[in-house]
């Protein structure tokens, strides 16, 4: 009997049918796991792609970059990314009227390029 159990221990081939089981479902385990996580970072990738399609470099002057330190001192906003959101938005919305205007100006010109357009075609 001992020279059974010598020969099974020196045999790297011959594994107990628990410990086969144990590692095909530790394997499993890492598969999903791995797969998980592939996902995971491909819902990362996507999100990231997103916000960098927003991305936008803009110069400002030195009264610009002042105002918006002004904004992180006084803790409005966290970063100059966002006091120069923060400036923007302001700024539109006080301009609120002017962008009126603007889209009523595009919805003309837009009627009018569909109008030359029928004349082409016709």
Same mark, same amino acid.
């Given at each position: 009997?001992?020279?059974?159990?010598?020969?099974? &221990?020196?045999?790297? $081939?011959?594994?107990?049918?628990?410990?086969?089981? *144990?590692?095909?479902?530790? +394997?499993?385990?890492?598969?999903? $796991?791995?797969?998980?996580?592939?996902?995971?970072?491909?819902?990362?990738?996507?999100?990231?792609?997103?916000?960098?399609?927003?991305?936008?470099?803009?110069?400002?002057?030195?009264?610009?970059? *002042?105002?918006?330190?002004?904004?992180? $001192?006084?803790?409005?906003?966290?970063?100059?990314?966002?006091?120069?959101? %923060?400036? +923007?938005?302001?700024?539109?919305?006080?301009?609120?009227?002017? %962008?009126? &205007?603007?889209?009523?100006?595009?919805?003309?010109?837009?009627?009018?390029?569909?109008?030359?357009?029928?004349?082409? $075609?016709?």
């Amino acid at each position: 009997m001992n020279e059974q159990h010598s020969q099974a &221990q020196d045999d790297p $081939t011959s594994t107990a049918p628990e410990t086969e089981e *144990t590692t095909g479902h530790r +394997l499993q385990e890492l598969l999903n $796991t791995t797969g998980g996580l592939l996902a995971a970072l491909g819902r990362a990738t996507a999100t990231k792609a997103e916000e960098l399609s927003s991305l936008m470099l803009v110069r400002i002057d030195t009264e610009t970059r *002042t105002r918006i330190d002004q904004l992180i $001192t006084a803790g409005v906003v966290e970063n100059r990314r966002q006091g120069a959101e %923060f400036l +923007l938005t302001a700024g539109v919305q006080a301009k609120e009227q002017l %962008f009126k &205007q603007v889209a009523a100006t595009e919805d003309k010109i837009h009627a009018l390029h569909q109008q030359l357009r029928s004349l082409v $075609t016709a």
